[in-house]
């Protein structure tokens, strides 16, 4: 199945005055988009001119089957403060269609053929204060919710999620950008996690789709799922351990030159390792 892996990079460059990805992001990267390959069909980059450009002077375009600029694309009104991961959103491929993140790595095959119209790596609780009610949105004058819309249904995690149906596609794509056209805050949680994730199960629920989960919130973060690795919630410790960070780097680059050593080389010209 075709999947896809997005970095716009305007959020970064507006938070952070230019645009980089740290080292064991790029690392993950490069094992997300190898082990899906290798597992799973092809896979392609969706960014804008500065992250084609970013690939392309580290040599890591080969890592996908197809990389684009499209976008660039993405309308000015969409605050990138705000909407960090709206590049996500405006490169949802036709479904069928699997969407990635780049610190997401799957390591086994799909049974993609078993799979309903959505299925989501978990779904989440709906508590406060990341999924608020509605009158905390602040929203522009005109802008009306569906009513059709339940709040009461629990959100997905959208690290990773394979669609299968395109009226969901579409009507979940719709929404979301219409949603994001016409915020005035400026909470980048709530308001990023409402567009993707909550906008994603709410939009299902509204079309009678049922939600399959790869797994679940207590299997992946006590027991551990070796199908599995996403490294959100660990970032900002490799950032804070020096040690921890070298070892996970390494670990990384010991299993892509195991697996993949073709691409060995290719990790010697890339400055940030």
């Known amino acids: 199945m075709q999947a896809i892996h997005s970095t716009w990079t305007k959020p970064r460059i507006y938070s952070a005055g230019?645009?980089?990805?740290?080292?064991?992001?790029?690392?993950?990267?490069?094992?997300?988009?190898?082990?899906?390959?290798?597992?799973?069909?092809?896979?392609?980059?969706?960014?804008?001119?500065?992250?084609?450009?970013?690939?392309?002077?580290?040599?890591?375009?080969?890592?996908?089957d197809e990389i684009t600029d499209e976008l660039d694309d993405i309308p000015a009104t969409i605050d990138p403060r705000v909407f960090w991961a709206a590049g996500k959103i405006y490169s949802v491929p036709s479904a069928p269609a699997a969407v990635i993140d780049t610190d997401f790595i799957l390591w086994d095959s799909i049974a993609f053929d078993k799979l309903g119209d959505l299925t989501v790596i978990h779904r989440e609780e709906l508590s406060q204060p990341i999924y608020p009610d509605i009158n905390v949105f602040s929203m522009k004058r005109g802008y009306i919710f569906d009513p059709d819309l339940d709040w009461r249904e629990r959100p997905v995690n959208a690290a990773f999620y394979v669609m299968k149906n395109e009226d969901l596609r579409r009507g979940f794509v719709s929404a979301a950008k219409e949603f994001m056209e016409n915020t005035e805050g400026s909470d980048p949680l709530i308001y990023m996690v409402f567009a993707e994730q909550r906008l994603m199960a709410m939009t299902a629920r509204r079309m009678e789709i049922e939600i399959g989960e790869f797994s679940t919130m207590e299997r992946l973060f006590h027991d551990g799922d070796r199908s599995f690795t996403h490294i959100w919630g660990m970032k900002q410790q490799m950032r804070e351990n020096k040690e921890l960070r070298r070892a996970f780097c390494e670990r990384c680059k010991a299993r892509i030159i195991s697996d993949y050593p073709e691409y060995k080389n290719m990790l010697t010209h890339i400055p940030e390792l």
């Open 18 to 64: 230019g645009f980089f990805i740290e080292d064991f992001d790029i690392l993950t990267t490069i094992l997300s988009a190898l082990k899906w390959r290798e597992k799973n069909g092809k896979i392609k980059m969706a960014t804008d001119t500065e992250g084609l450009k970013f690939y392309r002077d580290r040599g890591m375009t080969d890592l996908w």
